[in-house]
């Protein structure tokens, strides 16, 4: 007996500005010196896996520095003031999910 497995890919396309360009910013080239942000949505153990990336992101990739803000809890969105922060300090940001 076979199964039917259907896989999902979670990215999402890129778009396009009205000049036909991409709307998104483009990619680092690398991240020596640059500033990691991490919001945590406040899941178990996202911040144990933040503190691990941040440590391998700055001892092998060069990162700088790591800025991390915890959300109050999952099902709300990051406050405007801290997304206003990570925006004015940090060259990349990542939202995470742990479990």
């Known amino acids: 007996m076979s199964a039917?497995?259907?896989?999902?890919?979670?990215?999402?396309?890129?778009?396009?500005?009205d000049s036909g360009q991409s709307?998104?910013?483009?990619?680092?080239?690398?991240?020596?010196?640059?500033?990691?942000?991490?919001?945590?949505?406040?899941?178990?153990?996202?911040?144990?896996?933040?503190?691990d990336l941040g440590e391998l992101l700055m001892s092998r990739y060069g990162v700088a520095r790591v800025v991390k803000r915890r959300?109050?809890?999952a099902s709300?969105?990051?406050?405007?003031?801290?997304i206003e922060e990570l925006t004015g300090e940090c060259d990349v940001v990542i939202a995470g999910s742990g479990d």
């Open 76 to 82: 709300v969105p990051a406050k405007p003031e801290v």
């Open 71 to 73: 959300k109050p809890s």
């Open 4 to 17: 039917t497995l259907t896989l999902f890919d979670p990215t999402a396309p890129r778009r396009e500005s």
């Open 23 to 51: 709307a998104a910013n483009p990619r680092l080239s690398d991240l020596s010196g640059k500033v990691v942000g991490f919001i945590d949505n406040a899941k178990p153990n996202f911040g144990l896996l933040a503190d």
